[in-house]
């Protein structure tokens, strides 16, 4: 008896599933949406992204300096996908120390230092 119920419930099952294929006033499924347009950040290479990088303002706010290395790391990890996180950070400091950002490298140093000043 059980498995005449469990062939019963998979027959309607796949008689309603063929009666809404062949019904053409059922809703169809939309095609999929488009990707999103790539970043043209990520198209650069490593001399485009040395010559497009720009100092973390210390003027600018704490979520615009954040998204900024968020996209500098996703920048490495997709053309770089080999470096650690070491690696990512000795080119970051590379970066910002070439392009002369003071005020970052001093809120670097500044939180190298031990909490109360030993």
């Known amino acids: 008896m059980r498995s005449f119920t469990i062939a019963f419930v998979a027959l309607s099952m796949l008689a309603v599933t063929a009666a809404r294929a062949q019904d053409d006033s059922a809703p169809a ?7 999103e347009a790539p970043d043209p950040l990520f198209a650069l290479d490593d001399a485009g992204f040395d010559a497009q ?4 303002d210390p003027q600018s706010s704490p979520d615009a300096r954040l998204e900024e290395l968020a996209r500098y790391t996703e920048w490495a990890k997709l053309h770089h996908p080999d470096w650690n996180f070491k690696k990512r950070l000795d080119v970051r400091y590379s970066l910002l120390r070439r392009h002369a950002c003071a005020a970052t490298l001093a809120n670097i140093a500044a939180s190298a230092r ?4 030993s």
Not at 29 to 35: G, K, L, N, Q, T
Not at 53 to 56: A, K, T
Not at 114 to 117: A, D, S
């Open 114 to 117: 031990p909490p109360f000043g």
């Open 29 to 35: 499924i939309p095609p999929p949406a488009a990707p």
């Open 53 to 56: 990088f720009q100092c973390p």
